[in-house]
């Protein structure tokens, strides 16, 4: 069912991976989908660009089961307006026509394994992921899951959302697993990233967590600026462990949030913390999937620490971190390109250049 009043074409456009396996994207032309039973077709308007975009383009997720399609549209932090439900939808639908709504890393869960009954959406044994064998949101065009659009709060820009429903939501469900209270010492490594500098505003503003930032050199006023109490550079910093404990009295951190894909971070996470600290895995590391080096069995034991592994985040955490996001307690340092200009930033990705995060205009 659509309003009368809105004109849908025949077709929109789209960025595709043309060559997975490198850093290459193509806009083309794609016929209009029509959504099926309990789903909805959304005209985006924006979408967020995130390094997990650029992991599934070039194959890099040893975890993946199956390498990414030639012809794949990614992307899974959209932002746009429903303009058409499928057939007997609208009635059981808790969104409505014309109202703004958010696409996440999950397109849509089954609901019924356990781990969505444990309230774990992103780790949904049988989910479609956006942008992975699922049509993404680098297009003009989408069909999701009526149940599991997020709404986006009125006065929340629609740019300014969009990193929210993946960066925001996995730094905001991971700093509620990391067990530290207000005025505890968190790590945050890769804390000038996409992910980072959402997650020290969160750890910093939002909890009231004394936030200490590892990254480089060229990141500590974006670091900084985010309400980090402390900034370490990697580049110019012989033993990091040794400097966050001279931050922490000698004890180390109470938690260390590892936001980056980097294994020379995990290597390192579990010395950076103190007796009891907790370690939550979050970057996906490219390539060979290698231990922690500091976790050792007699590590773990003696320190008695914790190691925890944190996904996107569910529903509920979502909808909370729109909220913080429209109260201005957290805020995006973003920019905006056109889709025209995805492979170029996915390239200052590859060069770990990009400060904040990029979002692309779709209209």
Known sequence: MASPEIQIPKKYKAAVYDKPGSISTKVQELDMPEPGPGEVLVNLTHSGVCHSDMGIMLNAWSNLPFPTQAGQVGGHEGVGTIVKFGPGTAGNATV?????????????????????????????????????????????????????????????DSAAAAPMLCAGVTVYSALR??????????????????????????????????????????????????????????????????????????????????????????????????????????????????????????????????????AVGDRREAIETLEFAARGVVKTHYRVEKLEKLTEVFGEMEKQTLKGRVVVDLR
């Not at 890769?190 to 980072?196: D, F, S």
């Not at 110019?236 to 922490?248: F, I, Q, R």
Request: hydrophobic share 40%; charged share 15%.
């Open 96 to 156: 409505k026509l014309g109202q703004r709504v958010g696409i996440k890393w999950m397109a849509g869960i089954c609901e019924s394994c356990e781990a969505c009954r444990a309230g774990f959406d992103a780790c949904c044994f049988n989910g479609k992921v956006s942008g992975y064998y699922t049509p993404g949101t680098f297009q003009q065009y989408v069909v999701s899951k009526a149940n599991y659009v997020t709404p986006i709060p009125d006065g929340l």
């Open 177 to 310: 697993k990391c067990g530290a209270e207000a005025g505890k010492y968190v790590v945050i490594s890769g804390a000038g990233g996409g992910l980072g500098h959402i997650a020290v505003q969160f750890s910093s503003r939002a909890i009231g967590h004394r936030t200490i930032g590892i990254d480089h050199s060229s990141k500590k006023d974006l670091v900084l600026s985010s309400g980090a109490e402390h900034f370490i550079p990697i580049d110019g910093t012989p033993d990091v462990a040794a400097a966050v404990k001279e931050l922490t009295g000698g004890l180390g951190a109470h938690a260390v949030l590892v936001l980056t894909a980097n294994t020379a971070a995990y290597a390192s996470s579990v010395d950076l913390l103190r007796f009891g600290g907790r370690v939550v895995c979050v970057g996906l590391p490219e390539g060979e999937d290698l231990p922690i080096k500091s976790a050792t069995p007699g590590r773990i034991i003696t320190k008695a620490v914790t190691v925890v592994g944190s």
